[in-house]
C-alpha cells in the first residue's frame, strides 16, 4: 500500500475560521511533508517532520501551524487565513528523510479557497 | 540543490516514444536525478531517479550524460494518461524543489 490520504479534498473557509487538513499514511514512513501549490505554479515546501517532530519550516507564516500527533498522521491547522493563501495543499510522506536517496509519495491534495 | 532547466512544453504523439531533456550543468557528486509527474488537480507522482547509470523501470527509462550535466527521462510508447506537467529535481537529501517542470501533451 503506497497511498497518503488526504481530508477533505475541498476546503471553503472564511478568513476568520479555524479549520484543519489532514494527512494519512500507513507506509510506516518517518517523514511527512506538507507542500502548498498555486495555480499553475510547481508546489513549494512548507514543513518537514521527521520523526514527529518538526524538522523544517520555511519560514511559513503562524496562521500554518502543523501537528504530528503520531508517526501515520499529519495535520495541518488554519487559522485567520488570507484569500493569497488559496491553493492545493499537498501531504507527503517518505521512509527516512535523513537518506541519501528518498522517495516521497504524494496525496491527492486538499484545494483550500479562503473568502 | 542544483538548478534545473526544462522545456517549458513538449508534444509526443501517442504510441510514440517521449523524450523529455533536462540540463543539470551545476549538479554536485552526491546529488541524484529525479523525475516526478503531476496529471492535472493531482499529487505528484514519483517516476524513476538515478545518480549516474543509466536506470529503467517499469515506467521509464532514465538517461544520465557522463559527465551529468543533463538527462533525458524516455517514456516508451506515451499515451493520453501520460500528458502531465515533468519535473526533474536534483537533490542529495529528502528536500524537493521543484522547478517549472515541462508540459507533456500527448495527442491521439
Known amino acids: 500500500d503506497t497511498e497518503v490520504t488526504q481530508t477533505p479534498k475541498h476546503l471553503v473557509m472564511g478568513m476568520t475560521n479555524k479549520k484543519s487538513l489532514k494527512c494519512e499514511q500507513h507506509?510506516?514512513?518517518?517523514?511527512m511533508y506538507w507542500y502548498k501549490q498555486k495555480a499553475k505554479k510547481p508546489p513549494e515546501l512548507m514543513f518537514v517532520?521527521?520523526?514527529?517532530?518538526?524538522?523544517i519550516n520555511e519560514s511559513v507564516p503562524s496562521r500554518f501551524s502543523p501537528e504530528c500527533p503520531n508517526s501515520s498522521l499529519l495535520n495541518l491547522h488554519l487559522h485567520a487565513l488570507q484569500p493569497e493563501d488559496s491553493a492545493l495543499y499537498l501531504c507527503a510522506s517518505s521512509a527516512n528523510m535523513l537518506a541519501v536517496q528518498e522517495t516521497q509519495y504524494f496525496g491527492p491534495g486538499t484545494r483550500l479557497l479562503v473568502l | 540543490d542544483a538548478k534545473t532547466t526544462q522545456p517549458t512544453s513538449m508534444d509526443c504523439a501517442e504510441g510514440r516514444a517521449a523524450n523529455l531533456p533536462c540540463n543539470h550543468s551545476?549538479?554536485?557528486?552526491?546529488?541524484?536525478v529525479y523525475w516526478y509527474r503531476q496529471i492535472h488537480s493531482q499529487g505528484p507522482q514519483y517516476i524513476i531517479h538515478g545518480l549516474k547509470n543509466n536506470e529503467t523501470n517499469e515506467m521509464a527509462s532514465l538517461i544520465i550524460t557522463e559527465d551529468r550535466k543533463s538527462s533525458t527521462l524516455i517514456l516508451p510508447h506515451a499515451t493520453l494518461r501520460d500528458t502531465a506537467v515533468y519535473y526533474c529535481i536534483a537533490t542529495s537529501g529528502s528536500r524537493l524543489t521543484f522547478g517549472e517542470g515541462t508540459q507533456l501533451t500527448v495527442n491521439p
Open positions: 517532520y521527521s520523526y514527529e517532530k518538526l524538522s
Open positions: 551545476t549538479i554536485s557528486g552526491n546529488e541524484y
Open positions: 507506509m510506516g514512513h518517518r517523514a
